[in-house]
């Protein structure tokens, strides 16, 4: 178990958070399925905590298709419909309607964006300029829940179609695929996001 003090405070709550933390919060990643189960888990936390989230992460993978944005976006409405009513009975998921309902509007706009730049990654990555942002926070109440950049995000997606991707949502999603780096500078995951700038 890594030193609490060299953690992100807000992972030092749970196992499940600081695994979490550990092996993927912040890093860089560019993998459009990657991407849009972010997307999704982030416009499903509004509301509520990440811990929440977390624990349905696997009921969210099962009740969409494991993220294929090519599956999900062949959904019929009527189809649609039909298997949000499956997954509340079924799946382990935060149960509103219009958040599920969002993840298959959601990967139609995906879909979209992949046509026309080649990938869901190279659109969302242009608004960091396609590497990480370098934070320098020294604890944890220094962190924004919003910026100049992630508003640009929040409209640019609602845009294309998108929900429920509101300002903090594109924040939040903006730290946890590593677009920025919010590790605080003790945090002993910091350095070595800081090192992949410029790769």
């Known amino acids: 178990m890594t030193d609490s003090n060299r953690l992100c405070f807000w992972a030092s709550h749970s196992n499940l958070e600081h695994q979490y933390h550990d092996n993927e919060w912040g890093k860089p990643n560019k993998d459009d399925r990657y991407l849009f189960e972010f997307l999704t888990l982030e416009g499903a936390q509004a509301g509520l905590n990440w811990y929440t989230i977390l624990k349905k992460r696997i009921g969210y993978r099962d009740a969409f298709e494991n993220y294929d944005i090519d599956k999900l976006a062949t959904y019929t409405d009527q189809e649609i419909e039909s298997r949000i009513s499956v997954i509340i009975e079924c799946y382990d998921v935060v149960r509103h309607r219009g958040k599920l309902r969002s993840v298959f509007t959601n990967a139609r706009a ?90």
């Open 110 to 199: 995906a879909k979209a964006l992949q046509h026309q730049y080649g990938s869901l990654a190279i659109p969302l990555w242009q608004f960091v300029n396609n590497e990480p942002l370098i934070n320098h926070w020294p604890s944890t109440k220094y962190v924004p829940i919003t910026t100049s950049t992630s508003l640009a995000l929040s409209q640019f997606l609602k845009r294309h179609g998108f929900k429920f991707m509101g300002n903090i949502t594109c924040y939040a999603f903006m730290q946890a695929v590593g677009m920025v780096n919010d590790h605080t500078i003790n945090c002993h995951c910091y350095q070595a996001i800081e090192s992949y700038k410029g790769k």
